[in-house]
């Protein structure tokens, strides 16, 4: 049966503390929320079933963002019509990254945000991602485009910073072509 997760808004406070590192073995309970991450934000990115449940469309979640101060992210990418990779990372570290600066034409937008913001955000073309998956296993993922933003966006939570906090004020909006939009 599906259960809706509750998702924290960005007013409330657990989303600006700087989250703690995982200690393996991770519990029952925090495998069982992965799991329900997972079904929500792929359930969010199929139209059908993102309108049955009053769903946001999302592809990325990180613990903070239901209240667990813990270095988890998760993130369900659908790289063609209907297809989905699942990426769970724990205490997830940007080791590289592409010197090749992007930024999403639309903007970004946030589970925890539910407000529109303009303007765009400068993120890494490329990154490469160290961590661990959710048994204590090793994991080494290299993300481009998409992927990578989700990737930034979501190990952000982990350090208590929201994607607007990367708008420049004064200049929300990039028109100088070094950076390209996607």
Same mark, same amino acid.
């Given at each position: ?8 808004? *960005? ?27 997972? *079904? ?7 139209? #059908?079933?993102?309108? +049955?449940? +009053? ?36 205490n997830p ?5 592409? *010197? ?21 955000? +400068?993120? =890494? ?25 989700? =990737?930034?966006?979501?190990i952000d ?20 072509? #070094?950076?390209?939009?996607?």
């Amino acid at each position: 049966m599906f259960k809706k997760l509750k998702i924290l808004d *960005e007013k409330d406070k657990h989303l600006r503390k700087i989250s703690d590192e995982v200690v393996f073995p991770l519990s029952d309970k925090e495998k069982q929320l992965i799991k329900q991450i997972i *079904e929500n934000l792929t359930y969010s990115q199929i139209e #059908s079933l993102a309108e +049955k449940y +009053k769903l946001r469309p999302g592809m990325g979640l990180a613990f903070p963002q239901v209240a667990i101060n813990k270095r988890v992210i998760v993130i369900v990418h659908e790289y063609e019509d209907g297809k989905f990779d699942n990426y769970v990372v724990v205490n997830p570290k940007i080791v590289s990254h592409s *010197e090749e600066i992007i930024a999403t034409d639309a903007g970004e937008g946030c589970l925890s945000v539910n407000r529109d913001v303009e303007g765009h955000v +400068k993120r =890494f073309a490329r990154v490469t991602i160290e961590g661990f998956d959710e048994h204590g296993n090793k994991l080494k993922i290299r993300a481009r485009e998409e992927l990578s933003i989700a =990737f930034q966006h979501e190990i952000d939570h982990l350090n208590g910073i929201l994607f607007y906090d990367h708008i420049d004020k004064k200049h929300p909006f990039i028109t100088d072509g #070094s950076i390209r939009l996607i």
